[in-house]
């Protein structure tokens, strides 16, 4: 079993930051890409950043400049660096994860985390 927790959501201002964090635990598993997607009310569910093992990063273009993803394989973690932030950023925003686990990749999901920009 592997899971994913997040932690690092908020209230913060425009204009503001706030770093998400997401954590795998488990056993016998090896990841391979990471990223964050976000979904805000109403709207479907939406890519923001994805982060290779190698370290190649893949951005939304409305977050590009803004955001940044970042991970640590020994610590099984990935990051979201989120600056100037704007009240669209605002999403319940989830981490995910391909990870490779008895000889089977799939795809893992973390709770969700809320970010809400407003002032």
């Known amino acids: 079993q592997v899971q994913l927790v997040e932690s690092g959501g908020g209230l913060v201002q425009p204009g503001g930051s706030l770093r998400l964090s997401c954590a795998a635990s488990?056993?016998?598993?090896?990841?391979?890409?990471m990223g964050w997607y976000r979904q805000a009310p109403g709207k479907q569910r939406e890519l923001v950043a994805t982060i290779t093992r190698g370290g190649s990063r893949n951005y939304a273009a409305s977050v590009k400049g803004r955001f940044t993803i970042s991970r640590d394989n020994a610590k099984n973690t990935v990051w979201l660096q989120m600056n100037s932030l704007k009240p669209e950023d605002t999403a319940v925003y989830y981490c995910?994860?391909?990870?490779?686990?008895?000889?089977?990749?799939?795809?893992?999901w973390g709770q969700g985390t809320q970010v809400t920009v407003s002032s």
């Open positions: 995910n994860a391909d990870i490779l686990r008895l000889s089977l990749v799939s795809g893992y």
């Open positions: 488990g056993s016998d598993f090896s990841i391979y890409t």
